[in-house]
């Protein structure tokens, strides 16, 4: 089991010479991300928006994990377009990961690490994947390594007698859970960012979910062609 803390730098060079740093840190333990803002927005309140799927009380959870890991960032970014050119920089223990993008992109890849180990209890599904970060991926990177990590998860279940199953349909109903937390962040942040850069960044992590759920109804008919005999 790993001891050291995980730590993604993300750096973004944006135009007139101006960069923005974000560190994201992962606890070596339980592999959650270790930030929290100094004060707590009010659009980070439980109540606030919750989603309807959040099975967290207010008595025991005033804040939103999700909302509390990302407000940072949120603030960071509220007077960027989501438009604007830039070069991002991803230092990882790994490798380096360098793109030249839109701010959107880059803020998706870190958004979508940060919920993913907020403690969010529907995010946590993907708590897998943050061990393995892979910046920036493609929509097909991305197919695949959700349904991998998923078949891996299944794989364990089953090794405890918990469910013997391979099916994709857990994963499909999941989705339809996380699209609807991926709603309610959406609608927190719409009141506290004057552009538009944190909201776009999150449709396009809802559009990611629209585009498996196609694919599984297709029975991942576009990654068949990769388990083909020759």
Same mark, same amino acid.
């Given at each position: 089991?790993?001891?050291?803390?995980?730590? =993604?730098?993300?750096?973004?060079?944006?135009?007139?010479?101006?960069?923005?740093? $974000?560190?994201?840190?992962?606890?070596?333990?339980?592999?959650?991300?270790?930030?929290?803002?100094?004060?707590?927005? !009010?659009?980070?309140?439980?109540?606030?928006?919750?989603? !309807?799927? %959040?099975?967290?009380?207010?008595?025991?959870?005033? $804040? %939103?994990?999700?909302? &509390?890991?990302?407000?940072?960032?949120?603030?960071?970014?509220?007077?960027?377009?989501? =438009?604007?050119? %830039? /070069?991002?920089?991803?230092?990882?223990?790994?490798?380096?990961?360098? *793109?030249?993008?839109?701010?959107?992109?880059?803020?998706?890849?870190?958004?979508?690490?940060?919920?993913?180990?907020?403690? %969010?209890?529907?995010?946590? $599904?993907?708590?897998?994947?943050?061990?393995?970060?892979?910046? $920036?991926?493609?929509?097909?990177?991305?197919?695949? /390594?959700?349904?991998?990590?998923?078949?891996? /998860?299944?794989? =364990?279940?089953?090794?405890?007698?918990?469910?013997? +199953?391979? !099916?994709?349909?857990?994963? *499909?109903? @999941?989705?339809?859970?996380?699209?609807?937390? #991926?709603?309610?962040?959406?609608? /927190?942040?719409?009141?506290?960012?004057?552009?538009?850069?944190?909201? #776009?960044?999150?449709?396009? &992590? !809802?559009?990611?979910? +629209?585009?498996?759920?196609?694919?599984?109804?297709? #029975?991942?008919?576009?990654?068949? @062609? &990769?388990?083909?005999?020759?």
């Amino acid at each position: 089991m790993a001891t050291v803390a995980r730590t =993604y730098l993300y750096t973004f060079s944006l135009p007139n010479q101006r960069n923005i740093d $974000f560190t994201v840190t992962l606890d070596p333990i339980s592999q959650q991300v270790n930030i929290c803002p100094l004060v707590a927005p !009010s659009w980070a309140k439980l109540e606030y928006h919750q989603c !309807s799927p %959040c099975p967290l009380q207010c008595t025991e959870h005033p $804040f %939103c994990p999700a909302a &509390l890991c990302i407000a940072d960032l949120v603030d960071i970014f509220k007077d960027t377009a989501s =438009y604007v050119k %830039c /070069r991002v920089t991803c230092i990882s223990p790994e490798r380096t990961v360098i *793109k030249e993008t839109i701010v959107q992109e880059g803020l998706a890849s870190i958004l979508g690490l940060l919920m993913a180990t907020s403690g %969010c209890p529907i995010m946590n $599904f993907f708590k897998p994947m943050a061990r393995f970060h892979l910046p $920036f991926s493609s929509v097909d990177e991305s197919i695949f /390594r959700i349904v991998a990590v998923y078949m891996i /998860r299944q794989y =364990y279940r089953k090794d405890d007698a918990k469910d013997d +199953q391979f !099916s994709l349909h857990d994963i *499909k109903n @999941h989705y339809t859970l996380v699209k609807q937390v #991926n709603k309610g962040i959406l609608e /927190r942040i719409l009141s506290a960012t004057d552009l538009d850069a944190d909201k #776009n960044a999150i449709v396009t &992590l !809802s559009s990611l979910g +629209q585009i498996l759920e196609m694919e599984i109804d297709a #029975n991942l008919e576009s990654l068949h @062609h &990769l388990f083909l005999e020759t």
